[in-house]
């Protein structure tokens, strides 16, 4: 992480460097220059806003991973049998357009 850390040093100073040239150019007549001068700030801002995502985010633990496939498993589990259940009336269940859905075949 020190090395991320020295990155990001590199990176502001350049970024609040090109503000400075782009600034003095605008001050020289350039138009165009004060929108980089503008620019180049955020830009150094949204490099700390990463790397302070980088460094602050927890990645996913093994336990998470298992227990979002449980999950999964289980939300797949129920919508096939919700979609396998038969009506009310004992028919087929229908689809949108209101025909009978094909039989399915057991594996």
């Known amino acids: 992480m020190v090395a991320l850390s020295v990155v990001l040093v590199i990176w502001v100073l350049g970024c609040l460097a090109a503000g ?3 600034a003095t ?3 020289d007549g350039n138009a165009l220059s004060y929108l980089y001068a ?3 700030p955020i830009f150094a ?3 700390v806003v990463i790397w302070w995502l980088v460094l602050h985010t927890a990645p996913v633990t093994e336990d998470e991973r298992e227990e979002r496939k449980a999950y999964e498993a289980a939300r797949r589990a129920t919508r096939l049998a919700e979609h396998a259940a038969p009506t009310p009336s004992g028919e087929a269940p229908r689809d949108a357009a209101g025909e009978s859905a094909p ?3 057991s594996s």
Do not use: L, T
Request: aromatic share 20%; hydrophobic share 60%.
């Open 25 to 27: 150019r605008a001050m």
């Open 38 to 40: 503008i620019e180049w």
């Open 103 to 105: 039989a399915r075949k």
């Open 45 to 47: 801002v949204a490099g």
């Open 20 to 22: 400075w040239w782009q």
